[in-house]
Nanobody
Framework: QVQLVESGGGLVQPGGSLRLSCAASGRIFSSYAMGWFRQAPVKEREFVAAINGQDLIGTPRYADSVKGRFTISRDNAKNTVYLQMNSLKSEDTAVYYC????????????????WGQGTQVTVSS
């Protein structure tokens, strides 16, 4: 079992930055692929970014809407995955969730086994 807790959300002006964190506990975090998803009101949950576990090669993947602005990273010593969000736009407003799966990174919500409770990000002036 893996428990995930997100933090770092809040209110930010357009063009600003936030860094989300997702702390994991439980089984061997370093071997899990980690993903970030988001869900805006009345919309389906959508893929944002994902990164493989330390034993697998491959670069992180990003949704086209965040490519060049968001960066996913992980610190296995701290059992934490991060999402650095720069140049934020109003359309980035959503609840952000982290997720884990014991395989290669994936982009569908159904492919992940464990989820956090989410953290709200609001981009507004």
């Amino acid at each position: 079992q893996v428990q995930l807790v997100e933090s770092g959300g809040g209110l930010v002006q357009p063009g600003g930055s936030l860094r989300l964190s997702c702390a994991a506990s439980g089984r061997i975090f370093s071997s899990y692929a980690m993903g970030w998803f988001r869900q805006a009101p009345v919309k389906e949950r959508e893929f944002v970014a994902a990164i493989n576990g330390q034993d697998l090669i491959g670069t992180p993947r990003y949704a086209d809407s965040v490519k060049g602005r968001f960066t996913i990273s992980r610190d296995n010593a701290k059992n934490t995955v991060y999402l650095q969000m720069n140049s934020l736009k109003s359309e980035d407003t959503a609840v952000y969730y982290c997720a884990a799966r014991q395989s290669t990174l994936a982009v569908r919500t159904t492919q992940y086994d464990y989820w956090g409770q989410g953290t709200q990000v609001t981009v507004s002036s």
